[in-house]
């Protein structure tokens, strides 16, 4: 066995090899990555304002595309599908709306809203009358536009015209009735306008002197004043009708009290036997003072009993 056996390899070799290993590149190789330096600063307001102006007309887009769905998705119900595809893709294809040339400077003016409105009925406008020609176009499929051919109308086609001439009644009303509220909130906000001018013009009218000043302010001390000794005294009155007030035990002590007494007074009348009823009646006569002789004759009789029993 002793003479089978190696000695063991020397470790100076393995650890030159993961030194070796471990080290950095040569330094006479060339690095191939280059960093490249921008030295010029960006203009990040400008950078920004393109931005916006790039989302602003992207949301434009989706607005007027999810318009443009919302009206076929609409009507769709009101009419089948055409053969010819040709007013389909016509249809389908984005409507072109003229919108006003925007220049990247710090001149740019963003739109106004009259010429917001105006593309708004531009293209309401194209809309109609592509309307218009598809249900024409339904109604009778030989249908072009540059000739105007004489069919006789079926029902399908009247109620599908009528359908159309109801959505478009619609449509008008709901436009006009947006019109009319934008006017009224712009009413509104020219009344308050004028509203807040004059109370402005009131304070700063230089008319007044100080003395009718003074005195404006004097008047109103005192109707304050006025005011505040009234509060106080409503609020002694309502604090001394609470005082006077007993407290509910106190209260429900003499209610018992008071039906104790009755209950005694009616255990004696009837140990006596007399009717309470009568009594109560004898009393309410003397009290009234409103009877004749002969009930005085009666009463001083039932008096004498009484007192007999007694």
Not at 136 to 160: H, I, N, W, Y
Not at 277 to 293: C, D, N, V
Request: positive net charge; glycine residues 4%; hydrophobic residues 30%.
């Amino acid at each position: 066995m002793l003479c089978l056996a190696t000695e063991p390899e020397e470790p100076g070799p393995q650890k030159e090899k993961r030194k070796s290993k471990n080290r950095g590149p040569n330094p006479k190789e060339e690095l191939t990555f280059k960093p490249v330096i921008n030295q010029k600063v960006p203009n990040f307001k400008h950078l920004q304002k393109r931005f916006q102006e790039q989302l602003e007309q992207k949301k434009e887009q989706a607005s007027r595309g999810k318009k443009l769905k919302q009206f076929i998705q609409s009507g769709s119900s009101f009419y089948r599908p055409q053969k010819d595809g040709k007013l389909s893709q016509h249809l389908a294809r984005k409507l072109t709306v003229c919108k006003p040339f925007h220049l990247h400077s710090s001149s740019s003016q963003p739109l106004s809203e009259d010429d917001e409105k105006k593309d708004q009925e531009d293209l309401f406008q194209n809309l109609r009358r592509l309307w218009s020609l598809h249900w024409r176009a339904q109604s009778c499929p030989d249908f072009e536009p540059s000739l105007g051919a004489q069919v006789m109308p079926t029902k399908t086609s009247d109620k599908r015209q009528e359908a159309n001439r109801l959505l478009l009644m619609e449509w008008e009303r709901r436009e006009q009735q947006e019109k009319h509220r934008a006017e009224l909130r712009r009413l509104k906000a020219q009344h308050m306008q004028r509203e807040v001018a004059k109370c402005l013009a009131t304070y700063r009218n230089k008319g007044y002197s100080s003395a009718s000043v003074q005195r404006r302010r004097e008047e109103l001390r005192r109707q304050e004043k006025q005011r505040m000794e009234e509060y106080m005294i409503q609020l002694q009155e309502i604090q001394d009708r609470v005082e006077s007030r007993p407290y509910l035990f106190e209260r429900v002590m003499q209610t018992n009290a008071r039906q104790a007494v009755e209950r005694r007074f009616s255990k004696v009348l009837a140990a006596l036997g007399i009717d309470e009823e009568m009594l109560w009646k004898h009393a309410a006569r003397q009290s009234s003072g409103r009877y004749g002789i002969q009930d005085m004759y009666q009463s001083t009789e039932s008096l004498e009993e009484i007192q007999n029993l007694i």
